[in-house]
Nanobody, 123 residues
Framework: QVQLVESGGGLVQAGGSLRLSCAAS????????MGWFRQAPGKEREFVAA???????YYADSVKGRFTISRDNAKNTVYLEMNSLKLEDTAAYYC?????????????????WGQGTQVTVSS
């Protein structure tokens, strides 16, 4: 069983930056594909970014060029660096992992989920 714990959310002004972290338990983190999803009130959970076990990265068009996903296998941690934040980035952000190493863009393909961390962007 893998446990994921997110941190780093908070309140930030539009145009600002935040870095989210997701710490994973277990010895097999390096073999997992990891993703970040977000869910705003009244909306469905949506894909934000993902990274394969080999380090290939994928982004939603809405965050491409502003967000960067990375992983540190020695620390069992995946990060989401968010720059140039916009009001529409406000959401609960969830870290997700899947035991196969390739990325999927659909939330249903992920086996493990964190509890979420809130990001609020103010004007």
């Amino acid at each position: 069983q893998v446990q994921l714990v997110e941190s780093g959310g908070g309140l930030v002004q539009a145009g600002g930056s935040l870095r989210l972290s997701c710490a994973a338990s277990g010895r097999t983190f390096s073999t997992y594909a990891m993703g970040w999803f977000r869910q705003a009130p009244g909306k469905e959970r949506e894909f934000v970014a993902a990274i394969s076990r080999g380090g290939s990265t994928y982004y939603a068009d809405s965050v491409k060029g502003r967000f960067t996903i990375s992983r540190d296998n020695a620390k069992n941690t995946v990060y989401l660096e968010m720059n140039s934040l916009k009001l529409e980035d406000t959401a609960a952000y969830y870290c997700a992992g899947r035991s196969t190493g390739w990325v999927e863009l659909s939330a249903e393909r992920y086996n493990y989920w964190g509890q979420g961390t809130q990001v609020t962007v103010s004007s």
